[in-house]
């Protein structure tokens, strides 16, 4: 059976259970009725309950999720766990490695990793990942393990990233300057007129070698916003290839998220997990 949770209703809160479960526990329509078809889905005070029904200040409300039946095959890969628990898992994807299974990627992509880890722990559970990152970017990537879970932890996450760009720069700065797709292009972006608008601000960490280590938070979240906005200022991110970095010293761009926090869906306690610094971008600086 399923993971439990379990709510107090407070004073004020009484009245039809569904009207309980969908306001004030955040139970999506969807799963609402997938536990209407679980036996004992949902209970009050340990006694069968539908979502008709009355409850009172003080009655306990439990819910029992639906066993996930997840797909994607799962493969023994190398992935990093820097937090779990019963509802989120935090990972350190490396990179070269894909979050989801595309075209041409189907069985080395994070969410087999995922799947494999799971299957080692005697668990199975879907990969519903909250942050996306590039596939060479690297770094603390939250997921939900059940569909409780993962839409409460939308829109609580923030995110620090470190990279390394190209030359030399001090202090700190902002970027402001709008994202469109590159003209004839599928993928690539360029900061111009008529795109989405894009907040960068950057913070010089150290520097060497003609290169400079510096901390990125974001206050919007635009394909590829780091990568394109370093590029319009002249500093591409070392190896970052597309946007004109060189690939001398890496094989990928140096771009890594160090660090994300996020309001916990059961005791919304906020909690922040970081994710080493690769060493490779400290050597970048003794060039």
Do not use: W
């Not at 639906?66 to 992935?79: A, R, T, W």
């Not at 997921?143 to 409460?152: D, R, S, T, V, W």
């Not at 932890?153 to 469109?180: F, N």
Request: glycine share 12%; with cysteine.
């Amino acid at each position: 059976m399923g993971i439990k949770v379990n709510f107090t209703v407070g004073d004020g809160d009484g009245g039809r259970l569904r009207e309980f479960l969908r306001r004030k526990c955040g139970v999506t329509a969807s799963l609402l009725t997938q536990l209407k078809r679980v036996e004992r889905g949902i209970t009050v005070n340990g006694e069968h309950a539908r979502v008709i029904d009355t409850i009172a200040a003080g009655d306990t409300v439990t819910i029992t999720l639906p066993d996930d039946n997840n797909e994607i095959p799962p493969v023994k890969l190398p992935i990093g766990v820097l937090y779990e628990d019963e509802h989120v898992i935090v990972y350190n994807k490396p990179p070269f490695m894909p979050a989801h299974p595309v075209h041409g990627h189907q069985g080395d992509t994070l969410a087999n990793a995922a799947a494999y880890y799971a299957k080692t722990r005697g668990e199975s559970y879907s990969f519903r990942a909250v942050n996306r990152l590039d596939r060479d970017t690297s770094g603390a990537l939250l997921a939900a393990k059940n569909a409780y879970a993962a839409p409460l932890l939308q829109g609580s996450v923030g995110k620090v990233y470190v990279g390394v760009c190209e030359g030399i720069l001090e202090g700190s700065g902002t970027i402001d300057a709008p994202i469109r797709l590159k003209e004839g292009h599928t993928i690539e972006r360029q900061t111009g007129e008529g795109g989405q608008p894009a907040v960068t601000h950057y913070e010089a960490v150290a520097s060497g070698g003609g290169h400079t280590l510096l901390r990125f938070t974001l206050e919007t979240g635009r394909t590829h916003q780091i990568r394109v906005h370093m590029a319009s200022i002249g500093h591409s991110l070392a190896g970052d290839d597309m946007y004109g970095g060189s690939r001398a010293h890496i094989k990928r761009q140096a771009l890594h998220c160090s660090e994300i926090s996020f309001d916990h869906p059961i005791s919304r306690e906020r909690l922040t997990v970081k994710a080493p610094i690769p060493d490779e971008f400290f050597e970048l600086l003794k060039f």
